[in-house]
């Protein structure tokens, strides 16, 4: 039944799948290994066993190795593997003894016209043909015997090649098994102890590490604060709740200690695994068993092919006296002057052929030793089979006994790992501490840069409206005053006014006025409070604070003070001075907090906003541009709608075919061109990944690529190659 069948497919053997099984190659595969383990397929003389030259010359036993790439396919029976299986059967090969005739067949030989001879002469003659007759039955008898055990010690011989290749089938899944197990055991092994010393360290020490906090004392500021919320916090083992840390700590003690024992039932079981499987004593027997087999398939090919051979040859010569028998006494009976030549004729061939029964009767014997020989080793094989296969049942069930175990035990230090992230933050602490204290620095820092910073931008601000006003005023009072109202009404009706007032506002500082003020000082320094011949926990985190505070510009965002054409117009004479501008004020306003490497950095992130706003800005004109130009086109009537293919100007329509994937992981379009390359569709032209893009170009944009791999070569171009961005307005087919 199915429920009772274990299949095995290889090499390698593992369990197959049923859709497996079915595909075209595994079948072609299994075909293959058939006629590979079939000794019958005629072979190179050099390597087969030496035979008849009239029979097919056959492959050894077991000769075949994996490289050909051939399948082979085992089924296995789960009832035969239990322990109450019971012993197979001895086997029995037939035939074992063979049924030689006593009388001889009917006699070809008419006397008188009849069978029977009636004068004594006839009679003799008779009883020399019915002896020769009588021996070629008998002969045929052993002839035919000597096939049948030969076809049955091959059968037997290959019976158990078979078993020898299906027990190599289940050691070599029960080494994949093994190999498993001792590669999944070692890992699990490496990270538990590693997982466990610390662990250990951490329960072990519990004591010492609240002690250390003890020694550390909080921040002046940090205790005040403490003080204001009703609370008494002067170091850092007061902010930890120190009973249930205990209690944690003793709950993760308790299953540290199951675990350790859960893991040396583990070490045990593995070690129980390696001891009942000796399998290099094991796979010693298993070699000498193929050995064994080998022996006898040359035994059975060398003796027992030979003696069928030779059975067949005296068979044929009895045969042939027969016929010569036949003769002699037809012509004694035409004369009868040749009778007694005839007799002494027949005398002399009786006693040569007298020989030859008994030799084919010896040699029979011989034969059916061999046979029983080849029986008898296939009743020990099939034993020893049933005994291998049970303890390779067993293996299987004791590793993936130990595969279940590995499998909880590496759950149970996943959960471990998880309870001592609590206790780990007791280990922490110190440096959490120290990194708190840093990052509330940088934050004040921070907030004073900000507000700095903004206050200078500010203040120049409103000096520029000052120097405006000023600057109104003195044309109005000028050569203004000579312009017609026509100026004032019609053509410029701000032409009077005042400029705007910008009044901008900070975003709420809310966060900043939360923070502690904490200011490091000599008696504040990180570090615990020594006690008998104990050294300092921490060091000064001064410097670490300073180091964090000096990149704070760094991270700033940019400036961009040309958002309106008035004041880009008023500043855009110097760039560079109106930064420097910013940078003296905010330096008179913020003191020490803005240095000199901070107004550097500043100061060329507003070059670099000046320098962006100016490309987008001619990018800008120029799309315009072409707009216009193609406006103008259309409404002239000069606008052309065929695709162009070897030139690309603004107003022409072009066609991009996808050619795969840019840097950006973006789809890249590519126009269809007649040798006018590079010409690449601007991604913002398009949403979306369309099969090919329609449009009329607006704006083309020069680039030269970069090294491959940079930004500066999206498309994988030789470095130095020009290529072209072409923004487009895409155009719907109706």
């Not at 299906?166 to 190999?179: I, K, P, Q, T, Y």
């Not at 040396?264 to 070690?271: A, I, R, S, V, Y």
């Not at 944009?701 to 999206?714: K, Q, R, S, W």
Request: charged fraction near 25%; include cysteine; charge should be negative.
């Amino acid at each position: 039944p199915k429920e009772d069948q274990i299949l095995l497919l290889g090499p390698p053997y593992k369990v197959p799948k049923d859709h497996f099984l079915r595909s075209p190659d595994i079948l072609d595969a299994l075909h293959l290994g058939d006629l590979e383990d079939d000794p019958t397929r005629p072979i190179n003389a050099i390597d087969s066993v030496h035979t008849n030259s009239n029979l097919m010359l056959r492959k050894p036993i077991l000769a075949t190795t994996e490289k050909s790439g051939s399948r082979r396919l085992f089924l296995f029976s789960k009832q035969t593997l239990t322990e109450s299986a019971p012993d197979p059967l001895p086997c029995s090969l037939k035939p074992l003894d063979l049924d030689l005739p006593s009388n001889p067949d009917p006699s070809p030989i008419l006397y008188n016209d009849s069978t029977q001879a009636t004068s004594p002469l006839h009679q003799a003659l008779s009883i020399y043909e019915r002896r020769f007759m009588l021996h070629v039955c008998q002969g045929k008898a052993y002839a035919d015997g000597s096939d049948l055990r030969l076809q049955s010690a091959r059968n037997c011989v290959m019976e158990q090649a078979v078993m020898i290749r299906a027990l190599r089938a289940a050691v070599s899944n029960l080494s994949d098994h093994w190999n498993n197990a001792t590669r999944t055991r070692a890992e699990f092994t490496t990270l538990y102890v590693q997982k466990m010393n610390e662990h250990g360290k951490i329960l072990n020490g519990i004591d010492e590490i609240l002690d250390d906090l003890s020694h550390i004392s909080l921040h002046q500021e940090l205790k005040a604060i403490a003080r204001i919320n009703g609370r008494v916090m002067e170091t850092l083992l007061d902010t930890v709740p120190v009973e249930r840390e205990r209690k944690w700590a003793s709950q993760c003690q308790t299953a540290y200690t199951t675990l350790q024992g859960h893991f040396e039932e583990l070490k045990l079981e593995f070690d129980d695994l390696t001891t009942s499987s000796n399998r290099e004593e094991e796979a010693h027997f298993d070699l000498e068993a193929e050995g064994m087999v080998k022996t006898l398939d040359m035994e059975v090919e060398d003796i027992m092919v030979k003696i069928s051979d030779c059975q067949a040859d005296r068979l044929q010569s009895l045969t042939e006296d027969h016929k010569k028998v036949v003769s002699l006494v037809l012509n004694a009976l035409q004369d009868d002057g040749r009778i007694q030549a005839t007799f002494t004729t027949l005398e002399s061939m009786s006693k040569v052929s007298a020989e030859i029964i008994p030799s084919m009767e010896k040699d029979d014997l011989q034969l059916k030793n061999v046979m029983v020989k080849v029986a008898d080793a296939k009743t020990k094989a099939m034993i020893r089979m049933n005994i291998r296969l049970r303890q390779i049942s067993q293996a299987q069930r004791k590793i993936q006994r130990v595969l279940k175990t590995v499998s909880g035990l590496r759950a149970a230090l996943s959960q471990q790992c998880e309870n001592m992230t609590h206790v780990e933050h007791l280990v922490k602490l110190p440096i959490a501490y120290r990194d708190f204290l840093t990052e509330i620095g940088r934050r004040l820092e921070y907030g004073e840069a900000i507000t700095s910073i903004s206050k200078a931008m500010f203040d120049r601000l409103a000096s520029m409206r000052i120097e405006e006003v000023k600057a109104r005023e003195k044309f109005l009072h000028g050569s203004g005053r000579h312009l017609m109202p026509s100026f004032f009404e019609i053509f410029v009706p701000t032409l009077a006014t005042q400029p705007p007032l910008f009044t901008p506002q900070l975003p709420a500082m809310g966060e900043f006025d939360s923070l502690p003020r904490l200011q490091v000082c000599e008696q504040d320094s990180f570090t615990a409070q020594p006690r008998d011949n104990d050294t300092p926990v921490q060091g000064n985190i001064n410097a670490d604070t300073t180091q964090e505070a000096s990149s704070l510009t760094e991270s700033l965002p940019q400036y961009d003070v040309d958002k309106e054409d008035t004041v880009g117009s008023s500043i855009s004479k110097d760039t560079a001075g109106s930064a420097s501008v910013i940078i003296s004020v905010a330096g008179q306003s913020g003191g020490d907090v803005i240095m000199d490497n901070k107004s550097n950095t500043i100061q060329n992130e507003l070059i670099k906003a000046r320098e962006d706003y100016e490309r987008v800005k001619r990018q800008l004109d120029q799309t315009n541009a072409a707009l216009v130009e193609i406006k103008k086109d259309k409404e002239l009537g000069k606008i052309c709608d065929k695709i162009s293919h070897s030139s690309f100007c603004a107003g022409d329509v072009a066609l991009f075919m996808p050619t795969g994937r840019g840097s950006g992981g973006k789809r890249t379009y590519l126009a269809f061109h007649s040798n006018c390359p590079h010409r690449y569709l601007s991604t913002d032209s398009i949403a979306g990944n369309p099969d090919y893009v329609l449009g009329r170009v607006v704006y083309q944009e020069e680039l030269v690529a970069g090294a491959i791999g940079t930004d500066a070569n999206p498309h994988g171009l030789i470095s130095g190659t020009k290529f072209w961005i072409l923004t487009v307005e895409v155009l719907k087919l109706h």
